[in-house]
């Protein structure tokens, strides 16, 4: 692999593990995905109520927008939508996609925040884990390193964890900020991803969960089936 051979010498070993399976049948070059998902959320740590969804996702260089479709119960439909884009997070809930129920645009907590959930959902489009997208490793152990992401005035660094295999098995960082009330909070926060399969010469996982920290355990909130993803070239 030309990515592999002119940066394994600078690169953490599992950082090398991870891009020679991920791009095991492919040249690295810069790629869009676009993925369907279905799956469960809940609103908080605390909610007892798991509510379905219906998920579209685009994920290019320094850029992502997820919109979904919520079941509420009773016919009722929220929709929701996050983004990064332009240095920028936002994100908004509209009732059955007309109604504005909340916004919000920018932050320095959101931007943040959004920035962290970019990069630690790379393994869904590898291209944006690469040097060449900004991203700059650094070593812990044979299992472990982070990767850190500066776009404008935005930074953040998440710590991946690697299988023998080489896949990404967990995105941790030990503060992302949440919204509680009309503030933020920085609490722990980690992704886990498994189910990995080919899509066209790429290795991607097509399952994901999400969840924050509570008393030194992870209480998931969001849960995801990737349905449909595919990668074209930019």
Known sequence: MVLVLVIAMTL??????YFEFVFA???PAPMQAKLNQTGTLRTSTTAKRWLPFTARQLITTRHFVWQASVLMGLGVRLTVKDSYHHEQGSGS???FNVVS???Q??????????LQRYLAEGPWNPWVLTPEAGVEWSPIDDD????????G????????TFAANGAI????TEGRYAKQGKGYRLLPWEGRFSDYRTEGAVHVPFFGEVGWYVNNRLAPVWQGQIEHITHTLL
């Open 12 to 17: 953490p070993t599992p950082v090398n593990r």
């Open 25 to 27: 049948d492919s040249e």
């Open 93 to 95: 809930i509209k009732l």
């Open 101 to 103: 129920l909340a916004s």
């Open 105 to 114: 645009v920018g932050g320095h907590e959101l931007n943040t925040a959004a």
């Open 144 to 151: 472990h390193a982070v990767a850190t992401l500066r776009d």
């Open 153 to 160: 005035a935005n930074a953040a660094s998440i710590t991946f």
């Open 169 to 172: 098995t967990k995105a941790f």
